[in-house]
């Protein structure tokens, strides 16, 4: 198995849940994490990283981390200062119309979205609520462009995107799609030579459905053309991501691998979970399981069965630990406070 991994965390698009996965498999295998300085949750986003942004990193005693994932700006030359050369680097992409949707309702406090009451109302004049020089213009234009490092107010010409797409294709070993989550996740047990319970997982960080809206097919188009660099490289990658199942692991072993996740997520939630799955926030019995909440989201956690023995409550904890607390967790365990 691969145990040397980067992950860049593209916000809003199942990477919590991806998140959860790395933390298990390193907590699991001993591993080390690259983590923020101080403990924090974002590598000093949304600034470019930095390899002096991680705890633990001198340049003098370049000391190497098994898995980098928390939210950062990517910059390879810093990232290779951290992580060793063999490492795999991967991402997961959404759609970029429902990725903005999400960003919407999820960043509504940030300069481009607070001064108005829709997505719509923001789309018929963009430039009057959007400054390119706002410190958080990427939650509202181009946030997979912004995250994977490049410029979200580029130029769109053809010959731009492209030398953006070939530079994503030389950094990253592969990219997963949001929307195909399972067969993405046959796709990352495969790179990474894992088994199947490294992969399994519940969904996290995911919001409830009272707070999505259903988009208009103009506003749509919209979209697209607002947020058309991160368009473009969706739709190449969604289609690479095909094309590498077709040619890696093909339609019929992937059918039946996604059958075998689906009935192992279900055995677990069975075991695990009181009732069929996520909760509002209110119902959550056990407060260190409660997610963060944030802007006007409303972020469902898991309940988990009373009276589960010693090995299995951890097995099941750990796969409904919202991202903070298990970070805050794996943290202390590689940097230990000092005794009092």
Not at 242 to 255: L, N, T, V
Request: proline share 6%; hydrophobic share 35%; glycine share 6%.
């Amino acid at each position: 198995p691969k145990t040397d991994i980067v992950f860049l965390k593209v916000h809003k698009s199942a990477s919590s849940t991806v998140m959860n996965i790395l933390f298990r498999f390193g907590e699991t295998h001993n591993l080390t994490f690259a983590f923020p300085q101080g403990g924090g949750f974002q590598l000093y986003y949304p600034h470019h990283f930095l390899a002096r942004f991680v705890q633990g990193f001198s340049p003098q005693s370049p000391r190497r981390f098994n898995i980098l994932c928390h939210h950062m700006r990517f910059l390879q030359p810093e990232v290779q200062k951290v992580v060793p050369s063999s490492a795999m680097y991967f991402s997961i992409l959404r759609n970029p119309v429902q990725l903005m949707e999400s960003s919407f309702v999820y960043y509504k406090g940030t300069s481009a979205f607070s001064r108005v009451r829709s997505l719509e109302e923001f789309l018929s004049q963009p430039y009057r609520y959007y400054s390119p020089a706002s410190g958080d213009r990427q939650y509202s234009r181009n946030l997979i462009t912004f995250d994977f490092g490049f410029n979200p107010d580029g130029d769109v010409s053809p010959e731009r995107v492209q030398l953006m797409l070939k530079a994503i294709e030389a950094s990253f070993d592969f990219l997963l799609i949001s929307e195909y989550f399972d067969e993405s996740m046959v796709l990352l047990k495969e790179m990474l030579c894992w088994d199947l319970d490294s992969v399994v997982s519940f969904p996290l960080n995911t919001r409830d459905s009272s707070t999505k809206s259903t988009l208009l097919d103009s506003t749509v188009e919209k979209l697209k053309a607002w947020n058309r660099l991160d368009w473009e490289i969706y739709t190449h990658f969604n289609r690479s991501f095909w094309e590498r199942i077709e040619r890696d692991i093909g339609r019929e072993r992937m059918e039946r691998e996604v059958k075998a996740l689906r009935e192992r997520r279900a055995e677990l939630a069975r075991t695990c979970l009181q009732g069929a799955g996520g909760v509002a926030p209110k119902d959550i019995k056990d407060s260190s399981l409660r997610p963060l909440q944030y802007g006007g989201a409303r972020i469902l956690g898991y309940n988990l069965k009373q009276g589960l023995d010693g090995e299995l409550e951890r097995t099941c904890r750990r796969l409904v630990t919202p991202e903070l607390q298990y970070s805050s967790l794996l943290y202390k365990k590689q940097f230990p406070p000092p005794p009092p």
